[in-house]
Protein backbone atom coordinates (compact mmCIF):
# COMPACT_ATOMS: atom_id res chain seq x y z
CA UNK A 1 0.00 0.00 0.00
CA UNK A 2 1.05 3.07 -0.50
CA UNK A 3 0.15 6.86 0.52
CA UNK A 4 0.70 10.72 0.86
CA UNK A 5 0.42 13.36 3.04
CA UNK A 6 1.04 16.48 2.66
CA UNK A 7 1.28 18.95 5.46
CA UNK A 8 -0.46 22.09 5.13
CA UNK A 9 -3.10 22.87 3.17
CA UNK A 10 -2.66 26.35 2.60
CA UNK A 11 0.57 28.22 2.69
CA UNK A 12 1.33 31.66 2.06
CA UNK A 13 4.25 33.40 1.28
CA UNK A 14 5.19 37.04 0.21
CA UNK A 15 6.50 37.75 -3.19
CA UNK A 16 10.14 36.86 -3.19
CA UNK A 17 10.32 34.65 -0.02
CA UNK A 18 11.02 30.98 -0.37
CA UNK A 19 8.25 28.53 -1.23
CA UNK A 20 8.13 25.10 0.88
CA UNK A 21 5.94 22.30 0.55
CA UNK A 22 5.79 19.33 2.65
CA UNK A 23 5.51 15.84 1.30
CA UNK A 24 5.59 12.60 3.21
CA UNK A 25 5.24 9.65 1.85
CA UNK A 26 4.92 5.33 2.57
CA UNK A 27 5.10 2.76 -0.32
CA UNK A 28 6.42 -0.51 0.32
CA UNK A 29 8.73 -0.60 -2.81
CA UNK A 30 11.08 2.60 -4.33
CA UNK A 31 8.68 5.24 -5.30
CA UNK A 32 7.98 7.46 -8.20
CA UNK A 33 7.21 10.13 -6.66
CA UNK A 34 5.50 13.57 -8.37
CA UNK A 35 4.31 16.92 -8.33
CA UNK A 36 1.84 18.62 -10.28
CA UNK A 37 -0.43 21.63 -10.03
CA UNK A 38 -3.54 23.01 -10.69
CA UNK A 39 -4.35 26.36 -11.85
CA UNK A 40 -8.20 27.78 -10.82
CA UNK A 41 -10.39 26.08 -13.02
CA UNK A 42 -7.95 23.61 -14.64
CA UNK A 43 -6.55 20.41 -15.23
CA UNK A 44 -3.16 18.95 -13.15
CA UNK A 45 -0.54 20.12 -14.82
CA UNK A 46 3.13 17.64 -14.00
CA UNK A 47 5.41 20.07 -12.33
CA UNK A 48 8.19 17.34 -11.79
CA UNK A 49 9.13 13.55 -11.16
CA UNK A 50 11.27 11.23 -9.33
CA UNK A 51 12.07 8.19 -10.81
CA UNK A 52 15.13 6.55 -8.81
CA UNK A 53 17.57 8.86 -10.64
CA UNK A 54 19.15 11.95 -9.39
CA UNK A 55 17.93 13.03 -5.56
CA UNK A 56 17.55 16.12 -6.56
CA UNK A 57 14.93 17.23 -9.40
CA UNK A 58 14.58 20.51 -11.21
CA UNK A 59 10.92 21.12 -12.85
CA UNK A 60 8.93 23.64 -14.55
CA UNK A 61 8.68 27.35 -13.51
CA UNK A 62 11.88 27.08 -10.93
CA UNK A 63 10.64 24.90 -8.89
CA UNK A 64 12.66 21.98 -7.35
CA UNK A 65 12.01 18.66 -5.00
CA UNK A 66 14.78 16.39 -3.44
CA UNK A 67 13.87 12.66 -2.83
CA UNK A 68 15.20 11.91 1.37
CA UNK A 69 14.46 8.24 1.43
CA UNK A 70 15.89 8.19 5.23
CA UNK A 71 12.58 10.93 6.07
CA UNK A 72 10.38 9.75 3.26
CA UNK A 73 10.20 12.82 2.24
CA UNK A 74 9.82 14.72 -0.97
CA UNK A 75 9.30 18.29 -0.52
CA UNK A 76 8.67 20.68 -2.74
CA UNK A 77 11.09 24.16 -3.18
CA UNK A 78 11.34 27.81 -4.83
CA UNK A 79 13.86 30.35 -3.96
CA UNK A 80 11.99 33.12 -4.78
CA UNK A 81 7.91 33.31 -5.34
CA UNK A 82 5.92 35.22 -7.90
CA UNK A 83 2.27 35.87 -7.62
CA UNK A 84 1.47 33.66 -10.86
CA UNK A 85 2.58 30.50 -8.64
CA UNK A 86 -0.48 31.15 -6.61
CA UNK A 87 -2.19 27.65 -7.01
CA UNK A 88 -2.99 24.00 -5.52
CA UNK A 89 0.08 21.85 -5.44
CA UNK A 90 -0.21 17.81 -5.29
CA UNK A 91 2.18 15.14 -4.26
CA UNK A 92 1.44 11.93 -5.55
CA UNK A 93 3.60 8.21 -4.95
CA UNK A 94 3.50 5.12 -7.66
CA UNK A 95 4.50 2.16 -6.53
CA UNK A 96 6.43 -0.37 -9.14
CA UNK A 97 4.52 -2.22 -11.85
CA UNK A 98 0.36 -1.64 -12.36
CA UNK A 99 0.06 0.80 -9.32
CA UNK A 100 -1.36 3.86 -10.11
CA UNK A 101 -0.99 6.99 -8.17
CA UNK A 102 -2.20 7.94 -5.11
CA UNK A 103 -2.40 11.96 -4.96
CA UNK A 104 -2.30 13.27 -1.26
CA UNK A 105 -5.02 16.26 -0.06
CA UNK A 106 -3.33 18.94 -1.61
CA UNK A 107 -1.72 22.18 -0.37
CA UNK A 108 -3.35 25.54 -1.87
CA UNK A 109 -0.13 28.43 -1.88
CA UNK A 110 -1.21 31.73 -1.47
CA UNK A 111 1.38 34.62 -2.60
CA UNK A 112 0.66 37.78 -1.01
CA UNK A 113 2.59 41.09 -2.84
CA UNK B 1 1.58 18.56 -27.89
CA UNK B 2 -0.49 15.88 -25.70
CA UNK B 3 -4.08 16.52 -25.39
CA UNK B 4 -6.72 15.01 -23.01
CA UNK B 5 -9.81 16.69 -23.62
CA UNK B 6 -13.70 16.34 -21.50
CA UNK B 7 -16.28 17.06 -23.48
CA UNK B 8 -17.93 18.98 -20.88
CA UNK B 9 -17.03 21.88 -18.52
CA UNK B 10 -19.78 22.43 -16.71
CA UNK B 11 -23.02 20.14 -16.20
CA UNK B 12 -26.29 20.19 -14.17
CA UNK B 13 -27.78 17.16 -13.90
CA UNK B 14 -30.88 16.41 -11.82
CA UNK B 15 -30.84 13.45 -9.25
CA UNK B 16 -31.88 10.30 -10.71
CA UNK B 17 -30.46 11.06 -14.16
CA UNK B 18 -28.34 9.00 -15.79
CA UNK B 19 -24.66 10.79 -16.95
CA UNK B 20 -22.27 10.57 -19.66
CA UNK B 21 -18.65 12.25 -19.09
CA UNK B 22 -16.76 11.61 -22.18
CA UNK B 23 -13.10 11.76 -22.34
CA UNK B 24 -10.72 11.55 -25.56
CA UNK B 25 -6.90 11.89 -25.91
CA UNK B 26 -4.90 11.96 -29.13
CA UNK B 27 -1.54 10.86 -27.56
CA UNK B 28 -2.01 6.95 -28.44
CA UNK B 29 -1.70 6.78 -24.68
CA UNK B 30 -2.72 2.71 -23.44
CA UNK B 31 -3.79 3.77 -20.28
CA UNK B 32 -6.54 6.14 -19.29
CA UNK B 33 -8.45 7.52 -15.44
CA UNK B 34 -10.96 8.87 -14.00
CA UNK B 35 -10.56 10.65 -10.63
CA UNK B 36 -13.05 12.98 -8.18
CA UNK B 37 -11.77 16.21 -6.61
CA UNK B 38 -13.50 17.26 -3.95
CA UNK B 39 -12.28 20.25 -1.65
CA UNK B 40 -9.86 18.61 1.17
CA UNK B 41 -10.02 15.24 -0.30
CA UNK B 42 -7.73 15.84 -2.86
CA UNK B 43 -7.77 13.35 -6.00
CA UNK B 44 -9.51 9.82 -5.76
CA UNK B 45 -9.49 7.09 -8.06
CA UNK B 46 -12.85 6.35 -9.79
CA UNK B 47 -11.91 3.67 -12.93
CA UNK B 48 -8.87 3.25 -14.81
CA UNK B 49 -8.36 1.17 -17.99
CA UNK B 50 -5.02 -0.17 -19.09
CA UNK B 51 -6.33 -1.53 -22.70
CA UNK B 52 -9.36 -1.13 -24.59
CA UNK B 53 -12.20 -2.83 -23.10
CA UNK B 54 -10.58 -3.28 -19.84
CA UNK B 55 -11.39 -1.65 -16.99
CA UNK B 56 -10.20 -1.75 -13.62
CA UNK B 57 -11.69 -0.17 -10.15
CA UNK B 58 -10.51 1.88 -8.55
CA UNK B 59 -10.39 3.43 -4.59
CA UNK B 60 -14.56 4.40 -4.92
CA UNK B 61 -16.33 2.65 -7.63
CA UNK B 62 -19.64 2.84 -5.82
CA UNK B 63 -22.18 4.56 -8.35
CA UNK B 64 -20.06 4.37 -11.34
CA UNK B 65 -19.48 2.76 -14.31
CA UNK B 66 -16.98 3.02 -17.65
CA UNK B 67 -16.86 1.98 -20.96
CA UNK B 68 -13.51 1.82 -23.44
CA UNK B 69 -14.59 0.78 -26.72
CA UNK B 70 -11.69 2.58 -28.46
CA UNK B 71 -8.36 3.40 -27.52
CA UNK B 72 -8.83 7.08 -27.18
CA UNK B 73 -11.81 7.30 -25.45
CA UNK B 74 -12.95 6.34 -22.21
CA UNK B 75 -16.20 7.37 -20.56
CA UNK B 76 -17.83 7.87 -17.08
CA UNK B 77 -21.60 7.08 -16.46
CA UNK B 78 -23.61 7.75 -13.48
CA UNK B 79 -26.24 5.43 -14.15
CA UNK B 80 -28.59 7.33 -11.59
CA UNK B 81 -26.74 11.04 -10.08
CA UNK B 82 -26.92 11.64 -6.93
CA UNK B 83 -26.82 15.11 -4.79
CA UNK B 84 -23.06 13.16 -3.29
CA UNK B 85 -21.68 12.83 -7.02
CA UNK B 86 -21.73 16.62 -7.30
CA UNK B 87 -18.01 17.15 -8.17
CA UNK B 88 -14.99 17.94 -10.22
CA UNK B 89 -14.28 14.61 -12.67
CA UNK B 90 -10.71 14.64 -14.45
CA UNK B 91 -10.01 12.18 -16.87
CA UNK B 92 -5.93 11.36 -17.30
CA UNK B 93 -3.93 9.42 -19.66
CA UNK B 94 -0.52 7.90 -19.35
CA UNK B 95 1.90 6.25 -21.95
CA UNK B 96 3.34 3.61 -19.57
CA UNK B 97 2.52 1.90 -16.78
CA UNK B 98 6.01 1.74 -15.03
CA UNK B 99 6.82 5.56 -14.67
CA UNK B 100 3.00 6.27 -14.41
CA UNK B 101 3.49 9.93 -15.41
CA UNK B 102 -0.58 11.43 -15.87
CA UNK B 103 -1.59 13.92 -18.35
CA UNK B 104 -4.63 15.56 -17.47
CA UNK B 105 -7.87 17.07 -19.03
CA UNK B 106 -9.57 20.38 -17.76
CA UNK B 107 -11.74 18.85 -15.71
CA UNK B 108 -15.74 18.31 -15.60
CA UNK B 109 -17.65 20.26 -13.01
CA UNK B 110 -20.49 18.34 -12.36
CA UNK B 111 -23.79 19.74 -10.27
CA UNK B 112 -26.77 17.19 -9.47
CA UNK B 113 -29.76 19.02 -7.79
Known amino acids: AQSVTQLGSHVSVSEGALVLLRCNYSSSVPPYLFWYVQYPNQGLQLLLKYTSAATLVKGINGFEAEFKKSETSFHLTKPSAHMSDAAEYFC???????????FGKGTMLLVSP | DVKVTQSSRYLVKRTGEKVFLECVQDMDHENMFWYRQDPGLGLRLIYF???????EKGDIPEGYSVSREKKERFSLILESASTNQTSMYLC????????????FGEGSRLTVL
Open chain 1, 92 to 102: AVKGGGYSTLT
Open chain 2, 92 to 103: ASSLTTATGELF
Open chain 2, 49 to 55: SYDVKMK
